[in-house]
Each structure stands twice: as C-alpha cells, then as structure tokens.
C-alpha cells in the first residue's frame, strides 16, 4: 500500500473577522480568489498536499470565525495544532494591533507548548490604502521568534511554515540507527563468543587425540 503522505500536520488559521482569512485559505488550498466577503460560520477546514524535498506533507487547515460570539467555540480547535497562522489585514490598523493585544494571548491559553506561529499581512495589494507598513510588522515578528509573510507570497509562507514543521518533527523521532548498529554489534559478539568456543572445542579434541596416541604408543 502506497503512503498518502509522510507528514501530517494540524494548522490553524487566526484573526479578526473581515481580515480576509477563509479568502486567504482558498487562494492556498483550492487555488481560488474570491473579493466577495463571506463570514465563517464557526470553523471550516481544508487539506491540501504539498511535495517537499522528496517529502509528501499534508496539511490540515482550520478556518476560524473571528466574531466575538464563536471565539470560545473555536477554542476547541488549538487542541493539537502543530502551526498557528495569524492573518491581520495590511488596511486595517487594528487588525495587526489586536495580534498583539488579543491573538497571542489566545495561543498561550489554547495552544500547544512550541506550536510554530506564521503572521500573514493580507492584502497587501492596496498600497494606497496601507496602514501596516511591512519592516513594522517584520520587526515585530523577528522580536517574537515568528514567521512572516505577506499575502502575494502565501505559498511560500505555508511551504516555510511546513519545513518548520519537518524539522521539528524529525528531531523529535529518536535516530533509526540506533537499533540496526546495537543488533550488528550484538550479532557480531555472538559469533565472537561461537568462534572462541569452537576453537575451544577444537584444540580440546586435539589434545584428547595426542594423549590417545601417546597412551597407545606406551603399551607396544
């Protein structure tokens, strides 16, 4: 049986609600844009597989509502997130102020210990309308230990986001070869202890057999 995959990880995407987040993920997942706006209604989610360094990684994609009212449902769905995508959108000022105030104080409460954390400034094709200016949003993601992208750049922001993930998850597999070298070594002294032992074997029986001749010689 072929292997789907051979990474699966959980992300979940963040923010306040307009900021374009469900847009963002179908430009991503289905390779869609939509500029209409359609509110997320509690929590969506897509897959997609991507092909990295002779890896398959699938990536499970959470879509959560950012109106106040579904915020303590989708606080389920921290619960085993391996990433956290925070999106604010580049127009909105309050947006990128309330990853701060609000968003991040959502992580440290829901999510995991070391989950991997993305921020996405999305639309950042409305230049003239830009509130969010980029080296101040890349300061404060470098002062954080985050990662950072801006919309244009999405499938770059989740393909490094998952090699993040990769890394992490190999380090924390224990080296394969530990057992395959400690069964040669232990193979190896086996057949050390059966050679000595047959060399044993061999130099008694010749002993034995000088001893007979010598005994058999004395008697003529």
Not at 13 to 22: D, M, T
Not at 25 to 54: C, H, K, M, N
Request: with cysteine; net charge neutral; hydrophobic share 30%.
């Amino acid at each position: 049986m072929i292997k789907e995959y051979d990474y699966l990880f959980k992300l979940v995407i963040i923010g306040n609600s307009g900021v374009g987040k469900s847009s963002l993920l179908l430009r991503f997942a289905d390779d869609q844009f939509s500029e209409s706006y359609l509110t997320t209604i509690g929590v969506d989610f897509r897959f997609r597989t991507l092909p990295i360094d002779g890896k398959n990684v699938k990536l499970q994609i959470w879509d959560t509502a950012g109106q106040e009212r579904f915020r303590t449902i989708t606080s389920a769905y921290y619960k085993g997130a391996d990433g956290i995508v925070m999106v604010y959108d580049v127009t909105q000022g309050q947006s990128f102020d309330d990853i701060d105030k609000f968003w991040l104080h959502e992580v440290e409460s829901y999510g995991e210990k070391n989950v991997q954390l993305l921020i996405i400034g999305n639309k950042n094709d409305l230049d003239e309308q830009k509130q969010v200016e980029t080296s101040k949003a890349e300061e404060y993601c470098k002062s954080h230990n985050m990662l950072f992208m801006e919309s244009d750049h999405v499938n770059n922001a989740f393909l490094e986001l998952s090699r993040k993930l990769m890394a992490k998850k190999d380090a924390s597999q224990p080296p394969k070869s530990t057992n395959v070298t400690s069964n040669a070594s232990q193979q190896s002294q086996s057949r050390g202890v059966t050679s000595s032992s047959g060399s044993q074997l061999n130099k008694l029986s010749a002993n034995t057999s000088n001893q007979k001749k010598q005994k058999d010689g004395g008697c003529c």
